[in-house]
């Protein structure tokens, strides 16, 4: 039998076989056909922000928090090209998503013709996603749309674009009925493929030996759901572990093995675990420079590392390895733990504790820090602030982590007890990406509390999207460090160059702004405002603003941070670095 369905009718279709469930851009009239098909379709949402850039976004914030793919959408021309920087945080974090743009009719494009909103959004956008294509014609959507969907998902996952010229939304078709039955498994990978019988037996024989043992838990942890996999090595090996800024969660503040998570932002404790293990394993781990200092990677060539990946590029660069599993995350430590069920171990009886105690020192100076006297009226020590919101967050509150600086401080503050709950975003490194993202969050988990910690100067890229959050009902809480000022690049231009140009921020009541969407907003002044302000946001129903006050004040990693930045041709060749003049 055949049906007829126009090209817009078919694309949704072939979507929901993959369990699409949600949308996100901003309509245009060249987008009618694809709008009405979504507006037929059972089960797939579409939620309209205010700007294209939130759009993927918040499709790579769905993927995050729930591994499952959704759409980011728009319009030819100024909408295609709106959507640039979220796909660049959806490429540089490997997180999965399609984006569909329109275009002119088949007439007057590919080439153009010099129609108003003319773009070449194939070209446009070819840098930041893993593979994209022109729809010439609606017959070709089953083919295009599948391939589209096995690049995004398949080996190194990543956003993928299709361009779809008006008319061919629009364009009637035939086809055979069973055509949108074929299940995913049929046209793209589903299982796991597992590494080397010969690797895993090497990898083995180094952890038996190892004495000073390390595993650091990449986002293909999360991706592969192998936090219990990571946490049964661990235990067997009795080693700390080190998630990287896409992987918290994997091993949970409270665990014995945790000594901090997200590279180098977790300060002393971490550089000084890179400095005395003798084996790392890495698993699911690109080694971004969030994991560097002056010399690059902290995974140095005297380590003898074990690398787990499913992509072959992140094998040996820029990290080197003694052993390489091209595998799945999950495969790999379940085959790996099982090679060690037998065997003696020769880790140091006091290396997970000196690690551990290292972590409580540190801890206990942020504490400090904290718990510091304040004059009359001062604006509140950042550490205060995070403390407080961390102690405040419901336990199945999930938490998404923006700002330049304030991100150190949460990193470090905030509790967190299991993957996919609390989210940084360091490919990228987009301010302003953690209300789209909390907005997201919201929608696919609409029982569970949700808070953006953010910076003042982060929060003013996308304060729009609160008109988003109370149009389609997501009551995100948004917690505000307001130093008043771009306080990192203030501290930056004074240090080095003795001057100010640009930074001052002061003078903005966010709350007051939040209310004007329609929206709960309060100022807060003192640590023990904070909680209280929070309970009232929630209670409200209301997406909620609090706007904070602190000072800016250097964290304890900050120096860390400072050596990455270092980083130059020194480090490629290997050579001491030269005197300073």
């Known amino acids: 039998m055949v049906i007829e369905l126009t090209g817009a009718q078919a694309l949704v279709r072939l979507l929901a076989v993959e369990g699409v469930e949600q949308a996100y851009g901003i309509v245009g009239g060249k987008l009618a056909p694809l709008l009405h098909a979504i507006a037929g379709q059972p089960g797939l949402r579409f939620i309209g922000t205010r700007h294209e850039a939130a759009a993927p976004m918040m499709a790579a914030a769905t993927f995050a928090g729930t591994g499952r793919l959704a759409v980011a959408i728009g319009e030819m021309g100024p909408g295609g090209l709106n959507l640039i920087s979220g796909l660049g945080v959806a490429f540089a ?15 007057a494009a590919y080439p153009h013709s010099g129609m108003f909103m003319d773009l070449d959004a194939v070209a446009v956008s070819r840098a930041i ?19 589209a969907l096995r690049e995004a998902l398949g080996g190194r996952p990543g ?4 361009d779809i010229p008006q008319d061919v939304l629009a364009q009637r078709c035939a086809f055979a009925d069973d055509e949108f039955d074929l299940p995913p498994h049929r046209y793209r990978a589903i299982g796991r493929p597992r590494p080397d019988a010969q690797s895993v037996a090497q990898a083995a024989a180094l952890l038996r030996a190892a004495r000073r043992p390390l595993i650091v838990a990449g986002g293909g ?33 409270a665990s014995a093995h945790f000594i901090g998570h997200g590279g180098l932002i977790a300060g002393a404790p971490v550089q ?27 995974a140095r060539r005297s380590h003898r590392t074990i690398a787990i990946n499913l992509d072959p590029s992140a ?9 390489a599993m091209q595998a799945d995350a999950r495969a790999a430590l379940d085959d790996l733990c099982a090679a060690l069920q037998t065997g003696e171990l020769a880790v140091e009886a006091d290396w997970l504790p000196r690690m551990r105690e290292g972590r409580q020192r540190y801890e206990a100076a942020l504490h400090a820090a904290a718990d510091a006297p304040r004059e009359e009226g001062a604006a509140m020590h950042p550490a205060a602030l995070a403390r407080e ?43 302003g990406f953690g209300l789209p993202y909390a907005l997201a969050l919201q929608a696919v988990h609409p029982g569970r509390p949700v808070a953006l910690i953010t910076g003042d100067g982060s929060f003013g890229f996308t304060l729009n999207e609160l008109d988003t959050a109370r149009r389609q009902r997501l009551p995100v809480l948004v917690v505000i460090h307001n130093n008043e000022a771009w ?95």
Not at 93 to 107: C, E, K, S, V
Not at 533 to 552: I, K, N, Q, Y
Request: aromatic share 6%; glycine share 8%.
């Open 93 to 107: 974090n490997q997180l999965p998503l399609l984006a569909i743009t329109t275009n002119q009719h088949r007439a």
């Open 129 to 147: 996603t893993k593979w994209n294509a022109v729809v010439h014609d609606a017959r070709r959507l089953p083919e295009l749309v599948r391939r």
């Open 487 to 581: 306080g990192i690049i203030r501290a930056g231009q004074r240090k080095a160059l003795d001057f100010e140009l640009g930074t001052d921020l002061s003078g903005t009541d966010y709350a007051a702004v939040a209310r004007g969407f329609g929206c709960h907003g309060e100022r807060v002044l003192a640590p023990q405002e904070v909680r209280p302000a929070m309970e009232r946001a929630w209670a409200s129903g209301l997406p909620a603003v609090l706007d904070c006050r602190t000072d800016f004040l250097p964290h304890p990693a900050g120096p860390m941070f400072g050596s990455m930045n270092q980083y130059g041709f020194e480090a490629l060749t290997r050579l001491p670095a030269a005197p300073s003049a």
């Open 159 to 162: 956003p993928v674009h299709l």
């Open 221 to 253: 942890v999360v991706a592969s759901d192998a936090a219990a996999q990571v946490q049964d090595l661990a235990a067997r090996l009795g080693c700390p572990v080190v998630p990287t800024q896409m992987a918290l969660g994997v091993v949970p503040t």
């Open 315 to 323: 094998l040996g660069h820029p990290a080197v390895h003694e052993v």
């Open 389 to 431: 919101i961390g102690a405040a967050l419901p336990s199945d509150a999930l938490a998404v982590f923006d700002g330049g600086h304030t991100t150190f401080w949460s990193n470090d503050l905030t509790p967190v007890t299991a993957p996919r709950t609390r989210f940084h975003e360091p490919g990228m490194s987009h301010l």
């Open 272 to 298: 000084a675990a890179f400095a005395e293990a003798d084996v790392i394993v890495a698993v699911g781990c690109r080694w971004s420079s969030w994991m560097w200092d002056a010399q690059g990677p902290l």
